[in-house]
């Protein structure tokens, strides 16, 4: 049971290039979510899942795409890479609204220069 | 605007001593609060949580208070080890998109020292 795993570890990005983040669970959860953590800061939600299908926008979205078309795999897109997303992401899941505990990855360090 | 302060950005305590962490929220719709904890280089694993409906809850070694009229939490750790070391993140679920997500703070550094 591998849990939440996340590629690649580290990335730097040259600005206006694109990208995909790889967020993989085996835990059958039914929601997901991507956080990004910027220096000193806590964690702010990009994008969240609540299934198969189904993604909604968190607090900062703005230039970032994501699907779900699998329970297990919920990948990231950066189009137009920008320095304001060198940040730390890191990607989470939970089996159901009510329960506890999101697992997350190790989180991708990304650099935009 | 935040909805969940952590005014604390770091906390030094002695091995054995007590660690009191703590967390402020402006929303009163938020029903349940979470201690996540981070080490470097790795993703925030969860602590202990509490339900609205309480005002403590024990796990062991630590203990969280929510005191629901001063919407203030605290998390205490007794004894602190060294191996608690970490950052500690403050989050709580509310009603914006339907209690599916968290809200978290800006985390506070403990470091115990031996």
């Known amino acids: 049971n591998a849990g939440v795993t996340q590629t690649p570890k580290f990335r730097i990005l040259k600005i206006g290039q694109s990208m995909t983040l790889q967020c993989t669970q085996d835990?059958?959860?039914?929601?997901m979510y991507w956080y990004r953590q910027d220096p000193g800061m806590g964690l702010k939600l990009i994008y969240y899942s609540v299934g198969a299908g189904i993604t909604d926008k968190g607090e900062v979205p703005n230039g970032y795409n994501v699907s779900r078309s699998t329970t297990e795999d919920f990948p990231l897109r950066l189009e137009l890479a920008a320095p304001s997303q060198t940040s730390v992401y890191f990607c989470?899941?939970?089996?159901?609204?009510?329960?506890?505990?999101?697992?997350f990855g190790p989180g991708t360090r990304l650099t935009v220069l | 605007d935040q909805q969940v302060k952590q005014n604390s950005p770091s906390l030094s305590v002695q091995e054995g001593r007590i660690s009191i962490l703590n967390c402020d929220y402006t929303n009163s719709m938020f029903d349940y609060f979470l201690w996540y904890k981070k080490y470097p280089a790795e993703g925030p694993t969860f602590l202990i949580s509490?339900?609205?409906?309480?005002d403590k809850n024990e796990d062991g070694r630590f203990t969280v208070f929510l005191n629901k009229s001063a919407k203030h939490l605290s998390l205490h750790i007794v004894p602190s080890q060294p191996g608690d070391s970490a950052v500690y993140f403050c989050?709580?679920?509310?009603?914006?998109?339907?209690?599916?997500?968290?809200?978290f703070g800006k985390g506070t550094m403990l470091l115990v020292s031996p």
């Open positions: 509490i339900s609205s409906i309480k």
């Open positions: 835990m059958n959860h039914n929601y």
């Open positions: 989470a899941s939970q089996l159901a609204r009510n329960t506890d505990t999101q697992y």
């Open positions: 989050a709580a679920r509310g009603p914006d998109s339907g209690y599916s997500t968290l809200t």
